[in-house]
Each structure stands twice: as structure tokens, then as C-alpha cells.
């Protein structure tokens, strides 16, 4: 069992930055991918961002170059800095952690006004 707690989301202005972190626990040896999703109202969730236990990432071309995934795998924590926010960057942000099984946190709202 894995268990993930995001936090960092909130209401910024268009052009701003957030920071969100999901701190993994339990049996977090078996993770090999950890990612970010998000899902706006009415709309499917959604790839944002994902990176291996090898450190490749890969994103979504509508964020690419304004949102970076990393991992510090001493804390066991996965963040996801986003720049240059967007008001369609507006949604529920889910921290992904997949092993045999996915695993979700309970997500994040990011608000993004214009």
C-alpha cells in the first residue's frame, strides 16, 4: 500500500507560480513512477507531468516549458513547480504513484484567476 498527501495548491493571478508537493509513505520501494494529473469541472483527468524512479520525465504540450516535475527521493516527495500559470491551468491537481497498483492522493484545487 502506498499512501500520497499532496499539498501547495491555492488562488494565484495569471503569470504566477505554485508549488505543489505529494509526500509518498508506505511501501514506496515498489513505486516506479510518480506523476501529476488534473481534472477541471466537466472535463476527464488529465497528464500533467510524470517521472520515473530513473528520473525521465515526460509532460503535457500544454505544459511544457512552464511546469517541472522533480523528485527527492530522501524525502520522498514529488513536486510539480508551475510557472507562468494560466486561468485553464485551473483544476484539481491528483498525485499519481504507480506500483502493481495506482495509487491517487486526495487532491489539490489550483485556482488560476485572470
Known amino acids: 500500500q502506498v499512501q500520497l498527501v499532496e499539498s501547495g495548491g491555492g488562488l494565484v493571478q495569471a503569470g504566477g507560480s505554485l508549488r505543489l508537493s505529494c509526500a509518498a509513505s508506505?511501501?514506496?520501494?515498489?513505486?516506479?513512477?510518480m506523476g501529476w494529473y488534473r481534472q477541471a469541472p466537466g472535463k476527464q483527468r488529465e497528464l500533467v507531468a510524470r517521472i520515473t524512479s530513473g528520473g525521465i520525465t515526460n509532460y503535457a504540450d500544454s505544459v511544457k516549458g512552464r511546469f517541472t516535475i522533480s523528485r527527492d527521493n530522501a524525502k520522498n516527495t514529488v513536486y510539480l513547480q508551475m510557472n507562468s500559470l494560466k486561468p485553464e491551468d485551473t483544476a484539481v491537481y491528483f498525485c499519481n504513484a504507480v506500483t502493481m497498483s495506482d495509487y491517487w492522493g486526495q487532491g489539490t484545487q489550483v485556482t488560476v484567476s485572470s
Open positions: 508506505g511501501s514506496i520501494f515498489s513505486i516506479y513512477l
